[in-house]
């Protein structure tokens, strides 16, 4: 039997990603020896117990984290700075320190100044997740075929980084590698400005005059059906998201902008072969996407 | 058996929707005693003679519409003030004269004018497709469920407006009429302006810096995926669409950028409180489309 990557697990969070990290741990013997669950709320911690897919469920974070030889931080990037004040005084020398946040720029911001000598940090990102969150959401085989992007210190500890990349190998996933700066731009444009743009439509569409939102509401064909399924998204998540991701953000928002602006323009002035010539770009890349198999 | 409701249907245009009509009428007897297809372009006609979902196969289009109850028009908008030139001579006195667009205030100005007398207008918008386009693509089942808009002139006939119902009821589709302003302004906000997004977003992703593309189209997420999906759509249409509901679409892009602008202006200066209102509004517009159950 393969040997388990790390011997102690501690998740710091049992949401949708914690709780199918957990679960996936359980199902396979290869992830962890014993996984140690800790959540901030007494809500959750009762229901990981009920669950029953941990090891240990622990109310202290800074006693889940001690003699653990992995730490994966599976809570809302905004809370990052709080949770290392708490557990980085417990962290072993040693041990491997992760996450699983949307942004990585502000991680490295957040951990990397309060991590304990001989302590490795390996930010981590994978692509995965649902419209639903909570501890109930999870499920093994969530990370199955989708990207984890690492994006390790370039003076990291590299035996450490390949413990985190063989980690969610044996999850399912396609292990890539990037640094932080082009990981932010990348996932600004691919994920939290297609969320952004998503909540702000549903905000538009709300603000209608009464008679055209019920209208609104009636018709949403599948264009704006897809918008609010994104829109569905767990609240405390995208606000750090958008709030730790700023300066990719608001670029991507302000090249978007520019570009619908253009758009606007070309309709208003009745110019054919610049709005035809958007269309089949948009085009393009969808078949690009699927050459890829990615749709 | 039921009475078809048109003697002899003409369809002009043979894509997705006139050729999902077309299968719709052969599979039951009760929508057209004969249906008669005439398109544009000569491969088109020579594939749906290979396809024979029509009983007659007519080149010109005057030719096709000669003796019909019954007109529907399946093109592109923008190609409507061209084709009623052409067959406006040849309707019949007492016909139905409807079409499928998108748009409707363009058709009123672009049908209305050319109008026989005796010929009664019922503007139709069939609120169902796919990306797939040409006559290969539709399929007897595509309205099923689906809502059928109608836009009847305030002075038109009656008897003319409930023959279009009827036809969209056994088609499938669930039947609603509306004026044709607040019509065009819906779709403005639950289709034309979520089309243009996804347009516009791969542009933007297209434009960014090599490096950063290649990964865009490697870890496009869920979100940027949909979008991909959506921008898949027929050139032609949307080109037309956007040019012929200009100024419902331009007030409701107008709209939906003060309202993104506000939502970056809200990142830039860590307004919590007003992200997380946004977010939410999203989740409330999503769960009204779930009860309603329309997601």
């Not at 049992?14 to 669950?37: F, K």
């Not at 980084?161 to 999850?171: G, I, L, N, P």
Request: glycine share 8%; net charge negative; charged share 25%.
């Amino acid at each position: 039997m393969t040997e388990p990557v790390f011997r102690r697990l501690c998740l710091v969070g049992a949401g949708l990603i914690g709780g199918s990290i957990a679960r996936r741990a359980r199902e396979r013997g290869d992830l962890a020896g014993e996984v140690v669950v800790t959540a901030r709320s007494a809500a959750t911690l009762s229901r990981v117990r009920e669950l029953g897919f941990a090891d240990r469920v622990v109310e202290d974070a800074a006693e889940a984290v001690r003699g653990a030889d992995g730490v994966i931080l599976c809570v809302p990037v905004g809370a990052y700075a709080a949770v290392m004040r708490r557990i980085a005084p417990a962290l072993e020398p040693g041990a491997v320190l992760s996450d699983v946040g949307s942004t990585k720029g502000s991680v490295v911001r957040d951990l990397a100044p309060l991590l304990p000598p001989g302590v490795h940090l390996v930010p981590a990102h994978p692509m995965a997740g649902t419209e639903h969150s909570g501890p109930d959401s999870g499920f093994a085989t969530l990370f199955e075929g989708r990207y984890c992007i690492l994006t390790p210190q370039p003076e990291g500890d590299a035996a450490a980084a390949e413990k985190v990349a063989e980690f969610w190998r044996r999850c399912g996933s396609l292990v890539e590698t990037m640094d932080v700066a082009t990981h932010d731009k990348v996932v600004a444009i691919v994920s939290h400005l297609p969320h952004l743009i998503a909540f702000v439509i549903c905000g538009t569409a709300d603000d209608l005059a009464e008679e055209t939102r019920e209208s609104v509401l009636k018709f949403a064909a599948s264009g704006f059906r897809d918008f609010t399924r994104i829109a569905a998204s767990d609240v405390a998540m995208w606000r750090d998201v958008f709030l730790n991701n700023r300066e990719a953000v608001l670029e991507m928002l302000a090249r978007f902008t520019e570009d619908a602006q253009a758009f606007g323009r070309a309709i208003r002035w009745g110019q054919e072969e610049f709005i035809v010539d958007r269309i089949e770009r948009g085009r393009k890349i969808r078949r690009g996407l699927i050459e890829r198999k990615q749709a």
